[in-house]
């Protein structure tokens, strides 16, 4: 796992589509609501334009997530709902790259009121991404 400017990313032992599907799969047996998966690539193909394979997920559980870090410090809504990007480089290697929300924490300045909820993200994400990936 390579960890830089609070962005985490994995190499997946799957190919692309199976690791977006595992992602998928994973990300609703732990509860969390898919708010939206934004294609890239088919984005940048409408547009004439060559992207690999590059699909975004937006997710999240208001109940027991983001909410609260926004109840403390609203303006982390700029980096919720929580995002997990699953792309392919041009070596047709997968990865798996999220925020961390240690350095999301830091970033919006969180008191320690809601360190159980960056931990619950932190490792709930950190797990589906290491799951997903095969690692």
Same mark, same amino acid.
């Given at each position: 796992?390579?960890?830089?400017?609070?962005?985490?990313? %994995?190499?997946?032992?799957?190919?692309?589509?199976?690791?977006?599907?595992?992602?998928?799969?994973?990300?609703?047996?732990?509860?969390?609501?898919?708010?939206?998966?934004?294609?890239?690539?088919?984005?940048?193909?409408?547009?004439?334009?060559? %992207?690999?394979?590059?699909?975004?997920?937006?997710?999240?559980?208001?109940?027991?997530?983001?909410?609260?870090?926004?109840?403390?410090?609203?303006?982390?809504?700029?980096?919720?709902?929580?995002? %997990?990007?699953?792309?392919?480089?041009?070596?047709?290697?997968?990865?798996?790259?999220?925020?961390?929300?240690?350095?999301?924490?830091?970033?919006?300045?969180?008191?320690?009121?809601?360190?159980?909820?960056?931990?619950?993200?932190?490792?709930?994400?950190?797990?589906?991404?290491?799951?997903?990936?095969?690692?």
């Amino acid at each position: 796992m390579s960890k830089e400017n609070g962005i985490l990313t %994995l190499n997946s032992q799957y190919s692309f589509q199976e690791t977006t599907s595992r992602v998928k799969a994973l990300l609703k047996e732990n509860g969390f609501h898919i708010f939206g998966i934004i294609d890239h690539a088919k984005s940048a193909e409408r547009h004439d334009r060559k %992207l690999n394979p590059t699909l975004l997920f937006i997710f999240g559980n208001p109940k027991t997530g983001g909410t609260g870090l926004m109840q403390e410090n609203q303006v982390i809504a700029i980096d919720l709902p929580a995002k %997990l990007l699953v792309w392919e480089d041009h070596q047709k290697q997968t990865h798996i790259t999220t925020n961390d929300f240690e350095w999301l924490n830091k970033r919006h300045r969180l008191s320690g009121k809601n360190r159980d909820i960056i931990q619950k993200l932190k490792t709930g994400i950190a797990d589906i991404a290491r799951i997903a990936s095969g690692n």
